[in-house]
């Protein structure tokens, strides 16, 4: 830490989370909603994920979907997993949306039959080791797409008890008719009390719409989520949970932050000129994953065994595994963002 080297801080983008070119709205061949229709709660309340894990299930035509879904996987710590039409390639929106139409007409005119949903890629998921399942999907003629109906028929009863929220995306129309396809398809889902819904033209919003959605639901984890950030370095990702301290609160003020950071000893990387409140003590035992401020303006990330000077710890990486590999022998460009 004795060394004073130059070091550069970037702003990093934050995700990059951009939305495709919304889609114009099809003519509508069913009464369509304007509004978003005010949630149907069942008289529910919303229940807490706990400490069970959530999948975020979603299909995306022409990006919206995708792009909420990696916004809300910045958020919250969840799996994912995407439903992929079985035939690739299909512009559902050709000819006045021909495709995307007959195939929401099959579904509503016999939605019993598995023979009216279209084929979708197979999936490999261990339904029970979630307790909350997040669907994101598009609106196609006022209904849920047709591909993530058709993952809900096949599954939806191995969701029955837990834990169901509903995302929706939509050029204009009210998201009511997909919340009801929701339901017939998941009758034993436990809904939040209100579903999202995001117009094409939001869908650049979509980090803060998702993450205020998400924490009004489940306030309790609001806390919990906002200390966590990830730590990338040679293409590893790395979870970390910031100190809920003066010096924590001021580093995830500067997020996300990208710091091209020094080799020392064998065992850090440090990069000056990140100014924190400090509050120094003595640390005899550093482990690899220690987030440190040393000085007030340095900022340390230990990948080895250390000790015996003052720091103030700014956080510690949950798994450091990997973590000296991913740093490397030399300087290494690191990146810190909130989740
Ligand atoms: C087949 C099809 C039908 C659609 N029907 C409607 C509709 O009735 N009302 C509407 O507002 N948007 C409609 N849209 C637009 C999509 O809901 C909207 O662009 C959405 O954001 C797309 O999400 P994605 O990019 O994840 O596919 C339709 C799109 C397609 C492809």
Redesign the pocket.
């Given at each position: 830490m004795k060394l004073f080297r130059l070091c550069l801080i970037g702003l990093a983008a934050l995700c990059s989370c951009s939305?495709?070119q919304?889609?114009?709205?099809?003519e509508?061949?069913?009464p369509?909603q304007t509004e978003p229709a005010k949630p149907d709660d069942g008289g529910q309340t919303n229940p807490e994920p706990a400490s069970s894990k959530t999948l975020v299930i979603?299909?995306?035509?022409?990006?919206?979907?995708?792009?909420?879904a990696s916004a809300l996987l910045t958020h919250i710590e969840a799996d994912a997993v995407e439903v992929k039409p079985a035939e690739e390639g299909l512009d559902?929106?050709a000819n006045n949306?021909a495709?995307?139409?007959s195939?929401?007409s099959a579904i509503r005119s016999n939605p019993s039959s598995a023979a009216s949903y279209p084929a979708i890629k197979d999936v490999d998921v261990d339904f029970d080791a979630y307790g909350t399942f997040i669907v994101?999907?598009?609106?196609?003629?006022?209904?849920m797409?047709?591909p993530m109906q058709s993952f809900l028929f096949k599954f939806g009863e191995k969701m029955a008890g837990k834990t169901i929220g509903l995302i929706?995306?939509?050029?204009?129309?009210g998201i009511s008719s997909v919340e009801e396809d929701a339901k017939r398809l998941i009758p034993q889902g436990k809904f939040l009390s209100e579903s999202l819904w995001?117009?094409?033209a939001q869908?650049g919003n979509a980090t803060k719409l998702t993450a205020d959605w998400y924490d009004k639901l489940f306030p309790s984890q609001k806390e919990q989520n906002s200390m966590k950030i990830t730590i990338t370095a040679g293409g590893n990702a790395f979870a970390a949970e910031i100190e809920d301290s003066e010096t924590g609160h001021a580093f995830l003020a500067k997020l996300p932050l990208t710091l091209e950071m020094s080799e020392l000893n064998g065992n850090e990387k440090y990069c000056y000129g990140v100014s924190l409140p400090k509050n120094d003590k003595r640390y005899d035992s550093i482990v690899a994953g220690d987030l440190m401020l040393y000085s007030g303006d340095c900022v340390v990330l230990f990948y080895g065994n250390a000790g015996g000077y003052s720091y103030t710890r700014i956080g510690r990486i949950t798994d450091a595994t990997g973590l000296a590999t991913a740093l490397g022998k030399g300087s290494a460009s690191v990146k810190f963002e909130k989740r």
């Open positions: 939305a495709d919304n889609p114009e709205k099809p509508e061949k069913t369509v979603w299909y995306s035509f022409t990006g919206n979907s995708k792009a909420i559902y929106a949306y495709i995307g139409s195939l929401i994101v999907a598009p609106l196609w003629w006022s209904q797409a047709a929706v995306t939509s050029a204009s129309s995001i117009r094409s869908v």
